[in-house]
C-alpha cells in the first residue's frame, strides 16, 4: 500500500506560481513512476506531467515549458512547479504513483486561478 498526501494548491492570479508537493508512505519502495493529473468540473481526469524512478519526465502538452515535475527520492516526494499559471489550469489537481502494476491517488487538492 503506497499512501499519498498533497500540499499546497490555493488562489493565484493570471500569470502567477504555485508549487505542489505529494509526500508518500507505505511501501514506496515499489514506486516505479509519479505524476501529477488534474480534474476541471465537466472533465475528465488527465495527465500533467510525470517522472519516472530514474528520472524521465513528460508533460502534456497544454503545460509544457510552464510546469515542471521533480522527484526527491531520498524524502519521497515529488513536487509539481507551475508557472505562468492561466484561468484554464483551475482544477483539482491529484497526486498519482504506480506501484506494481496498481495505481494509487492522492486525496486532491485546488489550484484556482483568477484572471
Known amino acids: 500500500q503506497v499512501h499519498l498526501v498533497e500540499f499546497g494548491g490555493g488562489l493565484v492570479q493570471a500569470g502567477g506560481s504555485l508549487r505542489l508537493s505529494c509526500a508518500a508512505s507505505?511501501?514506496?519502495?515499489?514506486?516505479?513512476?509519479m505524476g501529477w493529473y488534474r480534474q476541471a468540473p465537466g472533465n475528465q481526469r488527465e495527465l500533467v506531467a510525470a517522472?519516472?524512478?530514474?528520472?524521465?519526465?513528460m508533460y502534456a502538452d497544454a503545460v509544457k515549458g510552464r510546469f515542471t515535475i521533480s522527484r526527491d527520492n531520498a524524502k519521497n516526494t515529488v513536487s509539481l512547479q507551475m508557472n505562468s499559471l492561466k484561468p484554464e489550469d483551475t482544477a483539482v489537481y491529484y497526486c498519482h504513483a504506480v506501484a506494481i502494476g496498481y495505481d494509487y491517488w492522492g486525496q486532491g487538492t485546488q489550484v484556482t486561478v483568477s484572471s
Open positions: 517522472i519516472t524512478n530514474g528520472g524521465i519526465t
Open positions: 507505505g511501501t514506496i519502495f515499489s514506486i516505479n513512476a
